[in-house]
């Protein structure tokens, strides 16, 4: 078990560029989540995975945000046309399937749109 | 609505004991974690609470109300590595998921020697 893994650490853009992350989650979890935080704040819910199906999708998620999960196992987070509000730390969590099954969170990537 | 309340910011002496409120108010409810967050860190899990009543594990005890919409974490015999920011995060069933936290903003807990 070596954790959930998230690819870039950092990552300094363009406003209007295209992003992409990458999360590899713990080996045998099914579940797979995506949270944006900024200073200060709690993590913000962007996305959720069980497999390979995204159940759920925050309602305040633009359709410039996309994120799959192609193999039910390492997931991508895709940002189009950056803004600067985008600039955030983006976390990636797993867990096992179980309500009181807690989420292991990755180190997550920082982006910084500029 | 979903709201969750936590104080921001928290003062406490190594040694001591510190208790950090919050209460949420959400449509539904499946359950409550603590975690803890140092700065530029990812948060990691301390306690999950979906029953009335005390959870203890270690220096840090979790304690749930669900009639009165809340929980604290306490912390005792705090030492200086304990500085850190601690985040509610309620299950709400209400929003037709069983998966979604909502997260409070964090405290921020400043221990001093």
């Known amino acids: 078990d070596t954790g959930v893994s998230q690819d870039p650490r950092h990552k300094i853009t363009k406003r209007g560029q295209n992003v992409t992350f990458r999360c590899d989650p713990i080996s045998e979890h099914n579940r797979l989540y995506w949270y944006r935080q900024t200073l200060g704040q709690g993590p913000e819910f962007l996305t959720y995975?069980?497999?390979?199906?995204?159940?759920?999708k925050s309602r305040l998620l633009s359709d410039r945000f996309s994120a799959e999960r192609p193999k039910g196992s390492f997931s991508t987070l895709e940002i189009q046309r950056t803004e600067q509000g985008d600039s955030a730390m983006y976390l990636c969590?797993?867990?096992?399937f179980g309500q009181g099954n807690e989420q292991y969170f990755g180190p997550g990537t920082r982006l910084t749109v500029t | 609505g979903q709201n969750i309340d936590q104080p921001t910011e928290m003062t406490a002496t190594e040694g001591a004991i510190v208790q950090i409120n919050c209460t949420y108010q959400?449509?539904?409810?499946?359950?409550l974690f603590w975690y803890q967050q140092h700065a530029g860190e990812a948060p990691t899990f301390l306690s999950y609470?979906?029953l009335d009543g005390l959870e203890e594990k270690g220096r840090f005890s979790s304690f749930l109300s669900r009639s009165k919409g809340y929980s604290y974490l306490l912390l005792k015999e705090l030492q200086m590595k304990d500085s850190a920011s601690y985040l509610c995060a309620v299950r709400d069933e209400g929003q037709g998921s069983n998966y979604q936290l909502i997260w409070g903003a964090g405290t921020k807990l400043i221990i001093k020697p």
């Open positions: 969590a797993s867990s096992r």
């Open positions: 959400t449509s539904g409810f499946n359950g």
């Open positions: 609470n979906v």
């Open positions: 995975f069980q497999n390979e199906a995204q159940l759920e």
